[in-house]
C-alpha cells in the first residue's frame, strides 16, 4: 500500500474531484444551467465534498479527519439528493443522473470506509507523536 503523503494521494479526494468534474460538465451542457439556484447548491455542495476532504486531512489528526469526513459524507449525500431534483425538474436526463448517483455512493462509501480505518487505527495522527 503506497503512503499517503498529502490530499492529493487519497483515492476518496480524487472520487470526489471527478464528481466536481461531472458537475461542471452538467452545468455547462444541460438545462441545469438554466435553474441559477439548484446550479449553485449542486456546484458548492460537490466541492464541499473535495474541500473537507483536503481540510480534515490537513488537521494532521483523526478524530479531527473524522469529523470532516462526516461532513463530506453528508455532502455527498446531498449532491445525490439534488440529482434527483435535478432529474424531476428535467434539468438533466436520466443517464446524467444515474451516472451521478452511481459516483455520490461510490465515494459515500469509500469515504464511511475511509471514517471505519480510522477509528480502528492505532495511529492517531502526527499531532499526537
Known amino acids: 500500500m503506497a503512503k499517503i503523503q498529502k490530499f492529493e494521494d487519497l483515492e476518496i479526494w480524487r472520487l470526489a474531484r471527478e464528481i466536481c468534474k ?3 460538465t452538467l452545468i455547462q ?6 435553474n441559477y439556484a439548484l446550479r449553485n447548491q449542486i456546484d458548492r455542495s460537490s466541492g464541499s465534498i473535495m474541500d473537507n476532504i483536503a481540510e480534515g486531512f490537513e488537521r494532521n489528526g483523526n478524530r479531527e479527519f473524522i469529523n470532516f469526513l462526516s461532513i463530506a459524507k453528508g455532502s455527498a449525500g446531498e449532491v445525490k439528493s439534488q440529482s434527483y431534483r435535478a432529474f424531476d425538474k ?10 451521478l448517483n452511481e459516483m455520490t455512493e461510490l465515494v459515500k ?8 480505518y480510522l477509528n480502528n487505527c492505532e495511529i492517531k495522527g502526527l499531532k499526537f507523536k
Not at 451542457?29 to 438554466?34: A, I, Q
Not at 462509501?109 to 471505519?116: E, F, L, P, T
Open 29 to 34: 451542457n444541460s438545462d441545469l444551467k438554466t
Open 109 to 116: 462509501n469509500k469515504i464511511g470506509a475511509m471514517m471505519n
Open 90 to 99: 428535467k434539468l438533466i436526463n436520466e443517464e446524467q443522473h444515474l451516472k
Open 22 to 24: 461531472q458537475i461542471d
